[in-house]
């Protein structure tokens, strides 16, 4: 009897917290938006792909020095298009090490930060499908 009730009290609660959230949704006048996480990684890889919040549209990084690469990939080959973000290495020759750069998303589609883990420098990495709305720039 005890179990038939605990289990009734934790569906409601469960019902409960559901319809809550449901109203919360539905009553709010700004969508959330979404940051996707970049699947883990070993942390010593050359290149790692970072998805944007366009599901076509992905960040490939090289880890070693900061430069970066748009991809852009699609079921028709007019549709898959590499394009140079930033061509700019950051560091070079023993100071250029496999995961030393990592990007984070922001709340903003069209940009993310991109962190030297060694020296705490910081950029802003503006992606766009416009070259010259493209930019990486010092932040500290």
Do not use: C, H
């Amino acid at each position: 009897m005890a179990k038939k009730l605990f289990l009734i009290g934790a569906m409601a609660l469960w019902a409960m917290g559901v319809m809550a959230q449901e109203t919360a949704n539905t009553n709010s006048a700004k969508p959330q938006e979404k940051i996707v996480a970049v699947p883990p990684t070993k942390a010593d890889v050359n290149f790692k792909l970072y998805p944007t919040q366009n599901p076509n549209i992905f960040l490939l990084l090289d880890t070693r020095n900061g430069r970066i690469w748009i991809e852009q990939w699609g079921l028709k080959s007019k549709d898959r298009v590499e394009a140079t973000l930033s061509a700019q290495q950051q560091v070079f020759g023993e100071d250029a090490i496999p995961g030393r750069f990592e990007l984070y998303p922001t709340t903003n589609i069209f940009n993310f930060i991109m962190v030297d883990q060694v020296s705490g420098n910081t950029w802003q990495v503006q992606w766009n499908f416009e070259p010259e709305n493209r930019m990486v720039v010092r932040i500290n």
